[in-house]
């Protein structure tokens, strides 16, 4: 072992000293809700809990407050005759479904799923073909509003929308993403232009979260299920921040030597077990706030150095980290995602050497066409700046070794990316 390492084990055991003085003053991170769920569990957690407290007939005996307080903090006060509104859950396989006879808000819910084929267009065709209101003929598009609920994601994909295989019958999202326009010849909905909005857990949610807990402060289990959900809703977002020190904040601190130990665990001798089994256990988290801030730092790079006409082409850059309750494993993705759906994809060791590029011709397809190299993120500028590449990334999706070659050519220079 090296005088490094034996250092490091050294600070460690200092640090778990001081972690453990901590709880024994009561510091603690416990929340009930994470101790039987997983804190992304779109169903069975948060699309219950949003429920819960948004119908005006739950158990809470608040009436329609939770309710009043999200339309206003999503901009739609007036929106809904409150005295007659219900609250439904999973209502014709819609995530959440209100509705107060006349008009009526479907709430697709995302927290880490992939939009599924014309999801979003199916619900509104379930509701405009509803016998709820029985007189059909009450029931027009300008009553419909749909509310895509994610972390953090800029809109709904082309996909979900129904803009899949060529289809000439799909719904567009307006370019001040207030609306969804329909493009088709159905009868029923040509013309059809339907509310749109884009809600975030990590922004509006939580500022309503905390507008909840403020009018029920004062009745005790209620501003305690709602902190505890709230600290849920931080954790997706990124912004919870622990009460005492963390194992994985000492790792991100010694992130280069905890990496190394990471890596070559099975080396190290039964003295050291125990320490090893906590870098072991706790390593992945860490790695995976370092691959957020690596996607961040390719998107104000690509800001940086491309000009407008081409980084306008970009609608979203994340990260995509094998993690969770997935078994733990060494490969991790960075997707860039043009306007046209199409997806390119960086693959990484987990120490952060770019080994492949992947392109795909939608969200969910295999890949199409693979080029190995020693890529960097420039790579990534070279690709982007050639209108040619996405034109035929756009129309041609079969592997194609021509294809390849000229996106090899792309590659001009080489800029190797920090490892931390």
Known sequence: MTEEVKNFFDKME??????????????????LLTTVLSADDEVRLHSRVLHSLLDPHGNHYQGSLFLELFLKVIGYENILNLENTIVKLEHKYIDLYITDGKKHIIIENKINAEDQESQIK????????SKEPKDISILLPEDIMVIYLSIDRKEP???????????????KLSTDSKRLDYQGLDGKLKDCSIEFKLVHYKNEIL??????????????NLDEAIRQYKEVVEIISKKYKSKSAQIEDFLRENFEISSRVYKNKKYYTSHDKELVNEISNHFPRTLDD????????IVDKIKEKLGKDISNKIKDVNPIILNGNKRYTSNHYIDLILENDIRIQLMYKNDFNLIQINVYNSIK????ITCKNDFKINDFYKLLTNEESI?????????????????????L????EPKS
């Open 14 to 31: 200092q640090f778990k000293e001081k972690q453990n003085k901590q709880k024994q003053r009561g510091l603690n991170d416990y929340n």
């Open 207 to 220: 500022v309503w979260l905390r507008d909840c807990q403020y009018e029920v402060q004062n009745i005790t």
């Open 391 to 411: 034109k035929e990334l756009s129309e041609k999706h079969a592997a194609d070794q021509g294809l390849i070659d000229k996106l090899k050519k792309l590659i």
């Open 157 to 171: 994909s082309k996909c979900s929308l129904g803009e899949v295989n060529n289809s000439d019958e799909h719904f």
């Open 122 to 129: 199916r619900y509104i065709e379930k509701i405009m073909n």
């Open 290 to 297: 370092k691959y957020n801030l690596l996607a961040n730092k």
């Open 365 to 368: 397809d295999n890949p199409k």
């Open 413 to 416: 220079e080489y800029d190797k």
